[in-house]
């Protein structure tokens, strides 16, 4: 895609702009049809399909909180009062001129559930 196509692009696109996201939203148009439409086209499709993975997740989210659990890929499903016993631990610190992050999770596991 040609330097300027991809910039009107993405300036028209509303979504989140990291290099992945951008990579996996355009890999689910098809080539031959981003080759045929302007940049400001492309754009607006990413949004259409940004705004639906986003409807789908909140949707997904109402049938996981009405069912009282998450599920997680590869571990399966998680009841929320587990989750919000999970505890989150925030500090952060000055290094070398810069602010560090750091965040710890704990989750007492001798607890039956």
Not at 44 to 58: F, L, W
Not at 59 to 71: A, L, Q
Not at 82 to 104: A, P, V
Request: aromatic letters at 8%; one cysteine or more; proline letters at 2%.
């Amino acid at each position: 895609m040609r330097t300027d196509k991809y910039n009107r692009m993405i300036a028209t696109y509303d979504g989140f702009k990291g290099a992945q996201t951008v990579a996996h939203v355009l890999s689910t148009i098809p080539a031959d049809l981003l080759a045929r439409i302007t940049g400001k086209q492309a754009g607006q499709i990413m949004n259409i399909r940004n705004g639906a993975y986003h409807e789908g997740v909140a949707v997904g989210e109402k049938h996981d909180n009405t069912d009282g659990c998450i599920y997680i890929d590869g571990v399966g499903l998680i009841p929320l009062e587990i989750i919000r016993k999970i505890k989150i631990e925030e500090s952060t610190e000055q290094r070398d001129g810069q602010t560090w992050g750091t965040r710890k999770y704990a989750l007492d596991a001798t607890e039956n559930w």
